[in-house]
């Protein structure tokens, strides 16, 4: 069993990352560690450089969202947490793979189609073939799951086209090369909405720092954007039904729920046919609750640079012996003489 996932180092690490993805790192790391399993959880830094970026704050987010992975519970003494630019295998096995990769697959993405809009001649070649990069990530460590929220899944899917495709042309039947990499999506939290239009998700890249809960926010933060977030007039309903067509409040409701444990049901039988006077109080409290350890283990480790770095390197020492012997099975598979 191998477990591996990644996160881009732009910006904070906010609500929709935790709830639908870094939960489920920490969660499975807790899980399969103590039963052989490995995990490997990487900054996703040669994604980063995908968009127009600031060369001058890559390095610190690099750093401060390796300190808040660590608060959210990742351990780098059971997994492997390292920065994508210091394993060199993830970008060669992505040149490896473009060979198989077909174009018309990448056309398909729906990221990419929303990223580039209309203007898909001015974006950067690595917007385009970022897919590529994602799906040599999961298969240079041979990943047989992989902990995402729902908008990675089409991703996901590309990984595994992929891998059968070059299995299929470069491997003996009995001896295909690539393990094919199961997404683990959460059931709850796939998809939490902008606070600000339950029709977008919750996003680093939204220009409203309003739109979302960053794990770095304060108490004050937290309750001031949970009470500021985009509602309805409407009391909340009795029953789930209640909530079709009402995406805000379905979002604050889904937000409650996975953040308590409790079920959807079970928050409208204590809510229903309250107003969001009341109900939002309620969530706002029960974030600043959750939320507060991680927030103040966070502003510790932030401030030691150092220890830091040594977490990236000694993950990046670990993930480099993990790469090597696919990267060079690959090489050889291609006929490429190395
Ligand atoms: P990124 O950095 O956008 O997000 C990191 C993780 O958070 C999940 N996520 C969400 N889940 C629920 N609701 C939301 N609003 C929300 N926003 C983000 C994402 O699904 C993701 O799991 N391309 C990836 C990084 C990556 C990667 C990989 C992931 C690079 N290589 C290999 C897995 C395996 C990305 O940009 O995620």
């Known amino acids: 069993m ?25 969660a499975m790391q807790d899980e399969w560690t103590a039963k052989g ?52 295998a993830h970008a060669e096995l992505q040149w490896l793979l473009n060979g198989t990769a077909r174009v018309g697959w990448l056309n398909r993405m729906t990221q990419w189609k929303d990223k580039a809009g209309k203007n898909r001649d001015g974006q950067s070649v690595a917007l385009f073939t970022y897919p590529v990069l994602q799906a040599a990530d999961v298969l240079i460590y041979q990943a047989t799951h992989v902990p995402v929220g729902e908008d990675q899944k089409q991703h996901l899917e590309l990984a595994r086209d992929i891998a059968q495709k070059f299995n299929n042309d470069f ?48 108490a004050d933060a937290i309750m001031s954007k949970i009470k500021k977030a985009k509602s309805d007039a409407d009391a909340l309903p009795s029953e789930a039904e209640g909530l079709e067509g009402r995406p805000e409040a379905r979002n604050l409701v889904g937000i409650y729920s996975a953040m308590s444990g409790q079920s959807v049901a079970q928050i409208l039988g204590d809510f229903g046919g309250k107003g969001f006077g009341a109900f939002k109080p309620a969530l706002g409290e029960l974030l600043v609750e959750k939320l507060s350890p991680i927030n103040e283990r966070f502003n510790t480790l932030r401030q030691d640079r150092e220890a830091l770095n040594a977490i990236l390197r000694k993950g990046a020492e670990k993930a480099r012996a993990a790469s090597a012997p696919t990267l060079a099975a690959t090489y050889d598979a291609l006929g490429l003489v190395r």
């Not at 490995?38 to 600031?54: G, K, N, Q, T, V």
């Open 37 to 88: 399993g490995e995990c490997f959880y990487f900054l996703a830094d040669l994604h980063a450089i995908s968009m127009p970026h600031d060369p001058k704050a890559l390095g610190e987010n690099t750093r401060e969202m390796t300190a808040a992975l660590v608060a959210c519970g990742v351990d780098p003494d059971r997994s492997t947490l390292f920065n994508q630019t210091q394993v060199p």
């Open 2 to 26: 191998r477990i591996v996932s990644g996160i881009q180092p732009t910006g904070n690490l906010h609500l929709g990352n935790y709830l639908g993805a870094i939960r489920n790192w920490v």
């Open 171 to 218: 491997c003996a039947e009995d001896a295909p090369l690539f393990v094919l990499p199961e997404p683990i999506i959460p059931p709850a939290a796939a998809r939490i909405m902008s606070l600000r239009d339950g029709s977008a998700k919750m996003s680093k890249s939204d220009p409203s720092d309003m739109s979302r809960i960053n794990l770095t926010d304060d």
